[in-house]
């Protein structure tokens, strides 16, 4: 059965991303008692919001980095995103009161196996870079007096070191076989990812017994899962 737009406005809307983190999530979401309609996991749907086994819950299908906006924004009431996409946008409107302990990788900085040989990012005052994370980058370096030139790209970052782009990139790193396919070296990181349950304040504070109901089994489902 397929959603329909004329429904209720009180539905709960979960806002999940697409992708790795969706494999990762999804024994979670079933765990807390919220199973998606047949087309969720049809590779050949293009919905991209779904009814589950719980009339009063809606699921959405997003981009990993747009969980928070949805979220943050109201259009969604609980999502699933990572604490990378968590510190880029910094929204004050967004709670996240659980670590799923999923989508485990890191936050890096990375240049050409050249520039890493000698390089001390500990003597660095400027640098260049191309990262899908400008905020977090800014904010990393700047806390130590580096100024940081950013350029956004939203994918295929390593190659911008051998096309002349920059000489350095921030991006995420899970077991650097990427990096090193490219000719590229991690050289600092900045922080440790995983994914959260994010919350929006609002529908916290309107709808608190049935928000802390369902943080509070998908709690239950990460403890089950690491018992």
């Not at 009180?10 to 807390?32: F, H, N, S």
């Amino acid at each position: 059965m397929g959603f329909d737009a004329n429904e209720g406005a009180d539905k709960l809307v979960i806002a999940l991303p697409k992708g790795r983190i969706l494999k990762e999530a999804m024994p979670l979401v079933r765990a807390a008692g919220i199973h998606p309609e047949p087309a969720f996991d049809d590779p050949n749907s293009r919905q991209l919001r779904f009814a589950t086994s719980d009339p009063g819950v809606d699921i959405i299908r997003v981009r990993s980095f747009d969980v928070a906006t949805f979220v943050a924004f109201g259009a969604a009431h609980i999502g699933v995103a990572g604490n990378d996409v968590i510190m880029e946008f910094n929204y004050p409107e967004l709670y996240a009161p659980l670590d799923l302990g999923i989508g485990a990788c890191r936050l890096s900085v990375a240049e050409t196996a050249s520039l890493g040989a000698d390089d001390d990012p500990r003597r660095w005052s400027h640098i260049r870079v191309a990262t899908k994370y400008p905020e977090i980058t800014r904010r990393h370096f700047a806390a130590r007096g580096v100024q940081a030139e950013c350029i956004k790209l939203n994918g295929a970052m390593e190659l911008a070191p051998a096309l002349g782009l920059c000489r350095r990139i921030v991006d995420l790193v899970s077991t650097g076989s990427t990096l090193k396919a490219n000719g590229l070296v991690e050289v600092e990181q900045i922080v440790e990812v995983t994914s959260r349950l994010v919350v929006n304040r609002t529908a916290m504070k309107v709808r608190s017994r049935e928000m802390t109901g369902w943080i509070e089994r998908f709690r239950e489902a990460c403890h089950d899962r690491a018992a």
